[in-house]
């Protein structure tokens, strides 16, 4: 027999790690959520979420920053293009710590080459893990700002998207409990791992479309797309319904708390039908399948997660079906995978049961892999030093003191290599300047030298060549020519007439002798040329050697008023290879100050953890002499993380102490600003730092 659940198909090990919706599957009809005894206890717990995810000033103003830095680099790129924020940050229902979403609006592009510029761009700038997704349904190019910590998304032409976030915006505008609700449903979803579409669950935005519908259901907001006077929109050759009619209003909208509408989300989602409808806040209510035309299609979740595990297959369609409100034709569970349907499933049910029993909302909440969200943690950046003694404190900060010393000494001798390697390069470049007039002559003196050389040789073989073809010298030619002429033409006598064919031999010779003549002329001609191009070759060569000489003056003049270049061999390939080696000083320049940066930052942070720490035991001394002068401003208490912005007051009652002797003083009044951003990833934290005299 096997192992296996007859309903659900389930293992051993799965039934326990899915326990609420194996329970709620094999025992439907019994299953019944209760409402806990203290609803109203749970009204504090869910509204310090709320509060705990409102988001700082301080982190709005980095966020405006980094797209001032956008506009300027990414949309001043390219051609009448525009960013826009959406997603959360514009809507209103962002988590702390919640990325940044932001479109890039720009006419014709080629999505991906544009993602893959920006990509380009960024990582230039230094941004962090950059990453360009380009094959889901909107690409897009995600990356860290590391001096804010922010995460951005970055699409092209999503202008639905603008959309889908103004009616959002609009509902949260409409009702504190929307903002209230999302925020607390997303704060559940984040923890319990379901609210990430790119590993197979909801997307943030899916959850948001839900809590919307709960609420449109539960009658606590009207429906904002129900206008009759319709608005169009022509995206991407497609028309969209984008109608959002901020007037409309409920004549009786119902006052259930945030304790009351979180259980009753749970118990509607965790309990609803899903295979008979399609969640719709389009129509402000359920459509049914045969109305959408999406069926609950084979095979179901169960059947492909239970079936290969390797090699799962491809889940039917639709069965935790959400209209997008506008792209109709888009269901917002197309993303969810055969485990996350059964993930979100059962944990709505955990959520539902945990809620009904009076569970503690930050059980209901408790982290699945706490590892994921770190990203996300404020950055207690005395983690590490908390278990530790002061001395040992003490020791690390002295260390640290010694590295930057040793990191400064480094940096030092660099730059002065770096000063005399340059001063090197400049002065060979003034002696082959100055002597470039000498050596531009001498240059050509050579080139010249070379074509007549060319010149001979070829005249020589020319002359060897007719030489070996013709026997005789051009003097013994004309004798003999001038012989055999007097006897073809001399008187004749008649008693030593000459046969015919003795003549006609005089003729063919005397013929031959003249083509002979003909060549041997040349030969001569030639031979002559070759005698004065060598005179001529010669005369150059002296000319060269006087060159030299003037160059060799000229040089050693130079060098007596340079005497660091004596002995160095002066050339234009002598000075590419000092200014490489200026490239490589200047590198290694670089990487030490990097070095320098941190090791100061490090230096900060140890100072201000032992002030910290003396500060509170002072404080604690002190205030039982009734000393309340010692109090630091804003302060926080030992135990919880401190982040960059708590220690800022710490430090701005800080001196110079841990930096180096040489920091420059701020005498600004952002003075203790500054201060701390030698601690922090802080931007334009890289100019404070020392400059080098
Ligand atoms: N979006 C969309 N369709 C989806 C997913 C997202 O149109 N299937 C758009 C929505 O405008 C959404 C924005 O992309 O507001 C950002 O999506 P996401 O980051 O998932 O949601 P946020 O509302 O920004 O939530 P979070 O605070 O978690 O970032
Ligand atoms: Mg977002």
């Known amino acids: 027999m096997s192992d296996s659940c007859e309903i659900t198909g389930f293992s051993k090990s799965d ?11 094999t025992n439907k009809e019994k299953i ?90 960024l990582k230039g700038q230094g941004m962090e893990k950059v990453q360009i997704i380009s094959r889901a349904k909107v690409p897009i ?7 804010s910590g922010i995460h951005v998304d970055i699409s092209i032409n999503n202008t639905l998207a603008l959309h ?56 606590v907001i009207p429906n904002l797309q129900s206008s009759t006077d319709r608005v169009l929109a022509e995206i991407d050759g497609k028309e969209f319904d984008i109608t959002i009619d901020e007037s409309n209003a409920l004549d009786d909208s119902n006052n259930k708390n945030i304790a009351e509408l979180t259980l009753s989300f749970f118990h509607n989602y965790a309990t609803r039908d899903w295979s008979n409808g399609v969640v719709s806040i389009r129509s402000g209510k359920s459509l049914s399948r045969e109305e959408k035309g999406w069926m609950d299609e084979e095979p179901s979740a169960l059947e492909i997660y239970n079936s290969d595990k390797e090699n799962p297959g491809r889940m039917g369609e639709h069965h935790l079906a959400i209209e997008d409100p506008f792209d109709l034709d888009h269901d917002l569970s197309r993303v969810v995978w055969a485990d996350g349907e059964i993930r979100i499933r059962n944990e709505l049910l955990r959520a539902a049961e945990m809620f009904g029993n009076g569970s503690p909302w930050k ?34 900060l002295e260390k640290t003191k010694a590295e930057i010393d040793s990191v400064d000494r480094l940096i030092d001798a660099l730059e002065s290599e770096r000063q005399s390697t340059l001063r090197m390069a400049k002065a060979m470049r003034g002696v082959i300047e100055e002597t470039s007039d000498l050596r531009k002559e001498h240059k050509s003196v050579v080139l010249g030298l070379k074509s007549r050389n060319a010149e ?36 004749l006598d008649i008693h030593r007439v000459p046969s015919l064919n003795k003549e006609k031999d005089q003729f063919s ?22 005698i004065e191009l060598v005179k001529e070759q010669k005369e150059e060569i002296k000319k060269l050697k006087i060159y030299e000489t003037k160059h060799d003056d000229a040089t050693s003049k130079l060098l007596e008023n340079e005497p660091m270049l004596k002995d ?15 490239h490589n000083i200047q590198k290694a320049l670089r990487k030490r100050r990097g070095e320098m940066h941190k090791l100061r930052r490090e230096a900060g942070r140890l100072d201000a953890w032992l002030r910290k720490k003396s500060g509170s035991q002072n404080r604690g001394r002190n205030s039982g002499r009734g000393n309340k002068k010692s109090k630091p401003r804003g302060k926080k208490e030992d135990s919880g993380p401190m982040t960059l912005g708590d220690i800022s007051g710490l430090l701005s009652g800080m001196n110079n102490e841990t930096s180096s002797k040489r920091t420059r003083k701020v005498s600004s009044k952002k003075a203790g600003m500054r201060k701390m951003g030698n601690l922090g990833a802080h931007r334009g934290s890289r100019s404070q730092f020392k400059k080098k005299d």
Request: include cysteine.
């Open 15 to 25: 039934i326990e790690k899915y326990s609420y919706l194996h329970k709620y599957l």
């Open 32 to 121: 019944e959520f209760q409402t806990p005894e203290n609803l109203e206890g749970f009204i504090k717990p869910l509204q310090n979420t709320v509060s705990a995810n409102r988001i700082h000033s301080s982190e709005t103003k980095r966020r405006e920053s980094l797209l001032k830095h956008l506009e300027k680099s990414i949309a001043s790129k390219f051609e009448n293009s525009k960013i826009s924020t959406f997603g959360s940050v514009e809507s209103g229902l962002s988590l702390k710590g919640g990325d940044f979403d932001l479109c890039l609006q720009i006419q014709d592009a080629n999505q991906k080459k544009v993602l893959k510029r920006i990509g380009g761009m």
């Open 141 to 147: 190019v995600k990356f860290t700002d590391p001096r």
């Open 164 to 219: 889908n976030t103004k009616l959002l915006a609009s509902y949260a505008k409409l009702d504190s409990r929307v903002k209230d609700l999302a925020i607390c449903i997303k704060h559940w979803a984040l923890h319990r791992n379901i609210s990430d579409s790119v590993n197979g669950t909801f997307s943030s935005y899916a959850w948001s479309i839900l809590v919307i519908n709960h609420l449109l259901e539960e009658d």
């Open 363 to 396: 059980d209901i909440c408790e982290t699945v892999d706490p590892d994921r969200l770190s990203d996300m943690e404020p950055v207690d950046i005395f983690h590490d030093l908390r278990d530790k003694s002061d001395d040992i404190v003490r020791n690390m």
């Open 456 to 491: 001979i040789d070829e005249i020589k073989k020319k002359r060897d060549k007719i030489n070996s073809d013709v026997i005789l010298p051009i003097h013994m030619i004309e004798d003999e020519l001038s012989k055999v002429y007097s006897r073809l033409t001399e008187e």
């Open 509 to 530: 010779w005397f013929m031959e002798l003249q083509a002979m003549h003909g060549k041997a002329r040349e030969a001569s001609e030639l031979h002559h040329r070759f």
């Open 568 to 582: 160095k061999n002066i050339s234009s390939k002598e000075v590419n290879s000092y200014d490489r080696r200026v």
